[in-house]
């Protein structure tokens, strides 16, 4: 009985706590969604540049051994060594030396089958005579690689030296130009381009100023001194007739020595006793004078805004011109075949050039960029010199080879010439015919052979016709 009495009130309790938690508010719980803003660090790849410092592996081609006819003077050779070659990343003997040395020392290395030269500088006939005993390289594919040098197909072709191959690359030049005075300006022919002239046009021009200010304007170096035989031998003779030896009484040289006998009077007479036309220029004798150009250089440094420097005339051939052209070789026996052709294209920059000019006179063979410390005169003579050089009617004509010591004996019938025909009114096919012998006699005693621009004689005298 007990026992059941508990349970009840147990029972009681529990009902009574229902009841009583029934009776009590209800708590409701309700869910929101808010948003909620929230930082959130993502890690984003970004491309940073730094700059890494690189130092080449310095270009050296070595020792190079670089020998020449050409500045073979104290000055000019330690100018070579210490300006032009300077910058060059090799080791370069420089070694000038007159014409017999020169040839002695690469005729023996060739014959040797072993040398120690490996750039040869040279005249444009020398580089003949080191050809025919089969001491140069063919450097037809260095022509390729240099081809943006703009050197003139002119220059390229007396480098094949009559065959098909090229022997050596131009380098350098001393030339003859025309100096101008602009007061002769206003009588300039129409239609003629004083920077394209021919000989035609350069005759009516010294007339106009004749008939115009009744003064002979035109000068010539006639004097003792003075290089008028180069005007005969490289520029108006090969200019009417092709060449100079073999078309030396021929029908087209005769013409030329017309021209000459024609513009004669309007030359002013004292070029006679002209050596060097910068003098007569200066002191405005003549207005318009034809020299080479050292002998030019005082009247456009001196009053370089008074004068015009200008290329040769034209005459039916071409545009007859005389370079004493020097370029660069490699000889069979070179040691350092790449330390030559570096050298070769780094002496043909514009900085070398300008350098070499700069130290030497000599001229490029190409148009340069002349930078403002070259003198105004020295720049016009160099763009005239490259203007003919670079002309569509280009005709080099070399200096005479081959002659040794008798290179005054080739000149005396030029010289005779223009004494009998042009002073002295003699026929001219007669003085052609009679020269003719004389100046065959000197190509038979000196076994000379052709050159340029008259034909290869194939080792033979060349022979007057």
Same mark, same amino acid.
């Given at each position: 009985?007990?026992?059941?009495?508990?349970?009840?009130?147990?029972?009681?309790?529990?009902?009574?706590?229902?009841?009583?938690?029934?009776? @009590?508010?209800?708590?409701?719980? @309700?869910?929101?969604?808010?948003?909620?803003?929230?930082?959130?660090?993502?890690?984003?790849?970004?491309?940073?540049?730094?700059?890494? $410092?690189?130092?080449?592996?310095? $270009?050296?081609?070595?020792?190079?051994?670089?020998?020449?006819?050409?500045?073979?003077?104290?000055?000019?050779?330690?100018?070579?060594?210490?300006?032009?070659? %300077?910058?060059?990343?090799?080791?370069?003997?420089?070694?000038?030396?007159?014409?017999?040395?020169?040839?002695?020392?690469?005729?023996?290395?060739?014959?040797?089958? %072993?040398?120690?030269?490996?750039?040869?500088?040279?005249?444009?006939?020398?580089?003949?005579?080191?050809?025919?005993?089969?001491?140069?390289?063919?450097?037809?594919?260095?022509?390729?690689?240099?081809?943006?040098?703009?050197?003139?197909?002119?220059?390229?072709?007396?480098?094949?030296?009559?065959?098909?191959?090229? =022997?050596?690359?131009?380098?350098?030049?001393?030339?003859?130009?025309?100096?101008?005075?602009?007061?002769?300006?206003?009588?300039?022919?129409?239609?003629?381009?004083?920077?394209?002239?021919?000989?035609?046009?350069?005759?009516?021009?010294?007339?106009? $100023?004749?008939?115009?200010?009744?003064?002979? %304007?035109?000068?010539?170096?006639?004097?003792?001194?003075?290089?008028?035989?180069?005007?005969?031998?490289?520029?108006?003779?090969?200019?009417?007739?092709?060449?100079?030896?073999?078309?030396?009484?021929?029908?087209?040289?005769?013409?030329?020595?017309?021209?000459?006998?024609?513009?004669?009077?309007?030359?002013?007479?004292?070029?006679?006793? =002209?050596?060097?036309?910068?003098?007569?220029?200066?002191?405005?004798?003549?207005?318009?004078?034809?020299?080479?150009?050292?002998?030019?250089?005082?009247?456009?440094?001196?009053?370089?805004?008074?004068?015009?420097?200008?290329?040769?005339?034209?005459?039916?051939?071409?545009?007859?011109?005389?370079?004493?052209?020097?370029?660069?070789?490699?000889?069979?026996?070179?040691?350092?075949?790449?330390?030559?052709?570096?050298?070769?294209?780094?002496?043909?920059?514009?900085?070398?050039?300008?350098?070499?000019?700069?130290?030497?006179?000599?001229?490029?063979?190409?148009?340069?960029?002349?930078?403002?410390?070259?003198?105004?005169?020295?720049?016009?003579?160099?763009?005239?010199?490259?203007?003919?050089?670079?002309?569509?009617?280009?005709?080099?004509?070399?200096?005479?080879?081959?002659?040794?010591?008798?290179?005054?004996?080739?000149?005396?019938?030029?010289?005779?010439?223009?004494?009998?025909?042009?002073?002295?009114?003699?026929?001219?096919?007669?003085?052609?015919?009679?020269?003719?012998?004389?100046?065959?006699?000197?190509?038979?005693?000196?076994?000379?052979?052709?050159?340029?621009?008259?034909?290869?004689?194939?080792?033979?005298?060349?022979?007057?016709?």
């Amino acid at each position: 009985m007990k026992k059941s009495g508990l349970f009840i009130i147990v029972a009681l309790v529990l009902a009574a706590s229902m009841v009583l938690s029934a009776c @009590q508010p209800q708590t409701v719980t @309700q869910v929101e969604t808010k948003e909620v803003p929230v930082e959130v660090q993502v890690e984003v790849p970004v491309q940073v540049t730094v700059e890494k $410092i690189i130092t080449p592996t310095p $270009i050296n081609y070595g020792d190079v051994v670089f020998m020449s006819t050409q500045f073979n003077t104290i000055n000019e050779a330690e100018a070579v060594r210490g300006v032009v070659l %300077k910058d060059f990343p090799a080791t370069v003997d420089f070694i000038p030396s007159d014409a017999g040395t020169f040839f002695d020392r690469i005729n023996a290395e060739v014959e040797a089958g %072993k040398g120690t030269a490996s750039v040869l500088g040279a005249l444009a006939g020398e580089f003949s005579t080191l050809q025919a005993t089969n001491s140069l390289q063919d450097l037809t594919s260095l022509k390729a690689e240099v081809a943006d040098a703009g050197i003139s197909d002119a220059f390229w072709n007396v480098a094949s030296l009559g065959t098909d191959k090229t =022997y050596y690359v131009p380098w350098i030049q001393a030339n003859y130009i025309l100096a101008v005075n602009k007061q002769a300006l206003p009588y300039l022919p129409e239609g003629a381009d004083v920077n394209a002239l021919t000989y035609d046009q350069l005759l009516e021009w010294a007339k106009n $100023i004749k008939e115009g200010t009744g003064e002979a %304007k035109l000068g010539f170096p006639a004097g003792d001194k003075g290089l008028l035989h180069r005007f005969f031998e490289g520029f108006l003779i090969p200019a009417f007739s092709g060449g100079v030896v073999t078309t030396f009484k021929s029908t087209d040289a005769a013409a030329g020595w017309q021209w000459m006998k024609d513009v004669w009077p309007y030359v002013n007479p004292q070029s006679t006793t =002209y050596n060097f036309m910068q003098e007569p220029l200066l002191s405005e004798e003549v207005w318009i004078a034809w020299d080479h150009t050292a002998r030019l250089v005082e009247a456009f440094t001196t009053r370089p805004d008074d004068f015009l420097a200008v290329a040769v005339p034209a005459g039916p051939k071409g545009r007859a011109f005389m370079p004493v052209l020097a370029g660069l070789g490699i000889p069979t026996t070179a040691p350092n075949q790449a330390g030559a052709e570096a050298l070769i294209k780094f002496l043909l920059t514009d900085d070398a050039l300008v350098n070499t000019l700069r130290e030497t006179g000599f001229f490029p063979v190409a148009a340069v960029d002349y930078p403002g410390y070259v003198s105004a005169g020295i720049k016009m003579e160099g763009d005239a010199v490259a203007a003919q050089s670079s002309a569509p009617d280009a005709l080099p004509a070399l200096l005479p080879q081959g002659l040794g010591d008798k290179g005054d004996l080739f000149n005396k019938p030029f010289r005779d010439a223009f004494i009998a025909i042009v002073l002295n009114e003699k026929d001219i096919t007669t003085t052609l015919e009679e020269q003719a012998v004389n100046l065959q006699a000197i190509m038979d005693d000196t076994k000379a052979p052709c050159w340029s621009p008259d034909p290869d004689s194939a080792g033979q005298p060349c022979q007057v016709k």
